[in-house]
């Protein structure tokens, strides 16, 4: 079974703190997602990885940075915590080609004071 | 770029009834995908249709792709508690691995 894992289920910052959100997946996937999901907006993409220390910007990437230095490691960064990044963040994975299945991670319910 | 729209967004039912929800393009979608999401979990792959027509079920749920490749529907027959959660249609963008995600359905069912 493919697993993705995500380094906290909740997380409280204060603002203007930076954040590190880590995912990882043991399947060996080249792709990499992160997305957040706020009531009746759905899930939008901030920001995916290709390969190793390849990233492109997804629909809001602004607020946001990401690293990924190893393939099974996916980092969401948060320079600069403000209370409108208060949300559920999910990390995701996928092998190669649109047509692959995304898998999920549990998911980070973040909250910024 | 490209859009996927859900409707509805939200639909209450009762247990027994049945359940459907859309999701539809103004362009030519190269696959669907279908993912459910249980209250408090994450989204999970359900299913993906590719071709024209295709019409797939599992045990309850029926899932078709339309004949222009521009919508798609999951249906559910007489729905039980444990299909309570918000549905999420996805199509495939470009060749880098994304997917587009509608807004999903969310669907409470009464006991």
């Known amino acids: 079974d493919v697993k993705v894992t995500q380094s906290s289920r909740y997380l409280v910052k204060r603002t203007g703190e930076k954040v590190f959100l880590e995912c990882v997946q043991d399947m060996d996937h080249e792709n990499m997602f992160w997305y957040r999901q706020d009531p009746g907006l759905g899930l939008r993409l901030i920001y995916f990885s290709y390969d190793v220390k390849m990233k492109e910007k997804g629909d809001i990437p602004e607020g946001y940075s990401v690293s990924r230095e190893k393939k099974e490691r996916f980092s969401l960064i948060l320079e600069s915590a403000s209370t409108n990044q208060t949300s559920m963040y999910l990390c995701a994975s996928s092998s190669w080609g649109n047509t692959d299945t995304q898998y999920f991670g549990p998911g980070t319910r973040l909250t910024v004071l | 770029g490209q859009q996927v729209m859900q409707i509805p967004q939200y639909q209450h039912v009762q247990e027994g009834e049945d359940f459907t929800t859309y999701c539809n393009s103004s362009t030519t979608l190269s696959n669907i995908q279908w993912y459910k999401q249980r209250p408090g979990g994450h989204p999970v792959f359900l299913i993906q249709l590719v071709k024209s027509g295709e019409v797939k079920k599992q045990k309850r749920l029926t899932f078709q792709f339309g004949e222009a490749k521009k919508n798609s529907s999951l249906h559910i027959t007489a729905t039980q508690t444990t299909d309570v959660g918000t549905y999420f249609c996805?199509?495939?963008?470009?060749?880098?691995?994304?997917?587009?995600f509608g807004q999903g359905t969310t669907l409470q069912v009464k006991p």
């Open positions: 996805a199509t495939g963008s470009g060749n880098t691995g994304k997917l587009i």
